[in-house]
């Protein structure tokens, strides 16, 4: 049972459009999410993260917002660049007790020149 | 600090075989966690350690994955035998209590023939 779902298996974007790569779970405990960007042959990296007290977190150019009563958070990158191609993972975990991270299947981004 | 540190990059082995996955975390983080990258599901928590303890072993796919950390600096991941369909890449992170970010190593490659 996936808790942490990411239905969209692939993006594509012009460059310097907007990027907006949605996830969705189905524990309402969960109280911290994370994204994570992945290049070809190397590990996930940390890109951004939120808890659930707030419903939007922002960094340079990407923003993650939180939508708790839809159990729903999304990436938006603006403006995209060809470097940002990659594959973005959402995660949700719980700031105390159990520290299990859930992760999503991934979405494929590719920004086009 | 040089971070998560995993071997062997690639492992390309027969069905039947051993296999032996190893990874350092990074100095001072008290928990651990190997993960599965995968097509279908995407990273799949398979066991977390905290303080070297096994904590949530329940996604271990099967009794032939067993993992151990017989200290804060070291853990195996270890499949016997292996399957053709234990083909993935096999990630390693760790974090500290006190920290939201988890930091990846760059993975093991597997392949069963």
């Known amino acids: 049972d996936q808790q942490v779902k990411q239905n969209s298996p692939s993006l594509s974007v012009q460059e310097g459009r907007i990027s907006i790569l949605n996830c969705d779970y189905t524990?309402?405990?969960?109280?911290?999410f994370l994204w994570y960007k992945k290049y070809p042959a190397e590990g996930p990296t940390f890109l951004i993260s939120?808890?659930?007290?707030?419903d939007k977190n922002e960094d340079g150019r990407f923003t993650v917002f939180l939508n708790k009563s839809a159990k729903h958070l999304s990436l938006h990158i603006v403006p995209s660049q060809p470097g940002d191609s990659a594959v973005y993972f959402c995660?949700?975990?719980?700031?105390?007790?159990?520290?299990?991270?859930?992760f999503g299947t991934g979405t494929r981004l590719k920004v086009l020149a | 600090d040089a971070g998560v540190i995993q071997s062997p990059r690639h492992e390309v082995t027969e069905m039947g075989q051993e296999v032996t996955l190893r990874c350092k975390p990074i100095?001072?983080?008290?928990?651990l966690f190997w993960y599965r990258q995968t097509m279908m599901r995407g990273l799949e928590l398979l066991i977390y350690?905290?303080?070297?303890?096994?904590?949530?072993d329940s996604g271990m796919p099967e009794d032939r994955f067993s993992a151990k950390m017989p200290n804060a600096s070291f853990s195996t991941l270890k499949i016997q035998p292996s399957e053709p369909r234990d083909s993935a890449v096999y990630f390693c992170a760790s974090r500290q209590t006190n920290t939201g970010e988890l930091f990846f190593g760059e993975g093991s490659r597997l392949t069963v023939l």
């Open positions: 524990n309402s405990m969960f109280d911290y």
């Open positions: 995660a949700a975990s719980f700031l105390s007790g159990t520290y299990k991270y859930i």
């Open positions: 939120i808890s659930s007290i707030k």
């Open positions: 100095s001072g983080h008290d928990y």
């Open positions: 350690f905290n303080n070297n303890v096994p904590i949530d």
